[in-house]
């Protein structure tokens, strides 16, 4: 069974830290790896990684794949407010449906 | 249109009323899919349409779901008879597919569907 696992589910830091979400993905079929920011309406996407390794960065938001490992990290520095969310990673598996495996979410609170 | 739309963004039934919601998705997107999200989870594929064809509907809990996409554009899921353990949010999602960044799904605000 295809399975996407996110750490912590929830985490409660201090605006102006830094912190690292976690994700590692057991599937049959890896195509690429999505991570997207959930609030109260539609997730936005935010990076797509694939096993070339290559590390995207947006701002203060950067992320990384782990082909041997099988996992991937988002990383926010310098956290605002703003950034409290869920944040969702999701598999997308090679195939006809390209359709993604997400895991349960990591909620995120920023205390100013 | 400018993004994913999905009408109703509130919808609740009694047990056992059918329901039909629509998705609106980006225009020349031929991908377009359906989940379901569990309060506290991630969300969960329910179908896939490639234009007007239902390449994958595996994630259906039941024959009550059904889903279409006739002219290869709006799609509505319609739920039969609905049950308590229906109430979700039913997010929409579509993309350009065939591969690389074609694959990014954009997602819809989604549907809270709460079945008293």
């Known amino acids: 069974e295809d399975k996407v696992v996110q750490s912590p589910l929830s985490l409660v830091v201090h605006e102006g830290d830094t912190v690292t979400l976690n994700c590692s993905y057991e599937v049959t079929n890896f195509r690429s790896l999505l991570w997207y920011k959930q609030e109260k309406k539609a997730p936005t996407f935010l990076f797509m990684l694939t096993s070339s390794g290559i590390e995207k960065k947006s701002g203060r938001l950067s992320s990384i794949l782990d082909k041997k490992e099988l996992s991937s990290i988002l990383n926010i520095t310098a956290t605002q407010t703003g950034d409290s969310a869920i944040y969702l990673c999701?598999?997308?598996?090679?195939?006809?449906?390209?359709?993604?495996?997400f895991g349960q979410g990591t909620r995120l609170t920023i205390n100013p | 249109g400018a993004g994913v739309s999905q009408s109703p963004r509130y919808k609740v039934a009694k047990r056992g009323q059918d329901v039909a919601l629509r998705c609106d998705p980006i225009s020349g997107h031929v991908s377009l899919f359906w989940y379901q999200q569990a309060l506290g989870q991630g969300p969960e594929f329910l179908t896939y349409f490639q234009n007007e064809a239902q390449l994958d509907k595996s994630g259906l809990p039941s024959d009550r779901f059904f889903a279409e996409r006739p002219e290869g554009s709006v799609s509505t899921l319609k739920i039969q008879r609905t049950q308590q353990e229906d109430s979700a949010v039913y997010l929409c999602?579509?993309?350009?597919?065939?591969?690389?960044?074609?694959?990014?799904?954009?997602f819809g605000a989604g549907t809270r569907l709460s079945v008293l």
């Open positions: 999701a598999v997308v598996l090679g195939g006809a449906a390209q359709k993604l495996v």
């Open positions: 999602a579509s993309s350009l597919g065939y591969g690389g960044g074609r694959d990014i799904q954009y």
